[in-house]
Each structure stands twice: as C-alpha cells, then as structure tokens.
C-alpha cells in the first residue's frame, strides 16, 4: 500500500520560514521523481519544485532562491524548505511521486501553509 504523508505545514508571517516533509512507504523511494505541489484557492495546482533520483533539481520561477527540495533515500522520505516566505505562497502543498516508465504517480493529502502579511 503506497503512502505519501506530510508533515509542517502551518501558519507564518511574510518573511519567515517553513519546512514540509513528505514521508513515503510502499514505494520504491529511489526510483522515483518526488516532487511537491501547491494550489491556492481557487487556481490550478502548479509544480514548486521536484528532484530527480539522482539529485536533480528543478524549481518553479516564483520559488527559485527561495525554495530548496531534498530528498533522503535511507529515509524515504522528501522535504520542501521554504524560506523568505510571501503571502502568495499560500496553499496547500502536495507531495508527489513518479516513475513515468511505469506511468506511476502518487499524492499526499496535503498540507496546509499560510504566510500572513
């Protein structure tokens, strides 16, 4: 049974930061793509940023410098390190996992963040 949970979301003032985590179980941790998500009320979820296998990093612009993704093959497990956060960060944050040969592709439920002005 695959699972995908996070953890850390929460409420922060503009500026501060957070750390969401993403623990993994039932899945083949290392093969995958893990990427987080965010959707804000009322628009498309879009993708913050995501790490390859082999450490590989990709970042959304909005995010970039900002935002930092990690990822522990021991742990199976997947951060999101947001820093110098902003109002329009708003949103709850999905984990993500895939492995495209397979056309697998999993999701958390969601954790929640929210960065007061």
């Known amino acids: 049974q695959v699972q995908l949970v996070e953890s850390g979301g929460g409420l922060v003032l503009t500026g501060g930061s957070l750390r969401v985590s993403c623990a993994t179980s039932g899945v083949s941790f290392s093969a995958y793509v893990m990427g987080w998500y965010r959707q804000a009320p009322g628009k498309q979820r879009e993708l913050v940023a995501s790490i390859t296998p082999g450490g590989s990093t990709d970042y959304a612009g909005s995010v970039k410098g900002r935002f930092f993704i990690s990822r522990d093959t021991g742990k199976s497990t997947v951060w999101l390190q947001m820093n110098s956060l902003k109002p329009e960060d708003t949103g709850v944050y999905y984990c993500?996992?895939?492995?495209?040969?397979?056309?697998?592709?999993?999701w958390g439920q969601g954790t929640q963040v929210t960065v007061s002005s």
């Open positions: 993500n996992a895939a492995f495209a040969l397979r056309s697998l592709n999993y």
